[in-house]
């Protein structure tokens, strides 16, 4: 029961992860039209989006970078990119 509460909870994020790609990549290209150089954190943040779909493919996506446990959905609601447990951001000071 938990576990397809999970899965389902899962594919939305992988939508909502797609979404967030194609939003990065959008703006992106827009910035490529006005100069040429883009922010730093824009690449990080697309690099980061591209694990997370790669992750949601392999079956391994919400898992703690960092413990290898599940991440709070609550979090990964708030932000889909989160990498790390509740435990292991507040021990490490990483959001
Ligand atoms: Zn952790």
Not at 13 to 18: P, S, T, Y
Not at 38 to 61: D, F, H, N, R
């Amino acid at each position: 029961m938990v576990q397809s509460v999970r899965l389902s909870a899962r594919s939305n994020v992988q939508e909502e992860l797609k979404q967030i790609r194609q939003h990065l990549l959008d703006e992106k290209e827009a910035l490529l039209q006005s100069s040429s150089q883009l922010p730093p954190s824009l690449e990080l943040e697309i690099s980061v989006c591209e694990q997370a779909l790669c992750k949601c493919a392999e079956g391994c996506y919400g898992y703690c970078d960092s413990c290898g446990e599940s991440i709070e959905l609550n979090r990964l609601k708030a932000d889909p990119l989160v990498r790390y447990c509740l435990a292991c951001s507040s021990r490490y000071k990483i959001e």
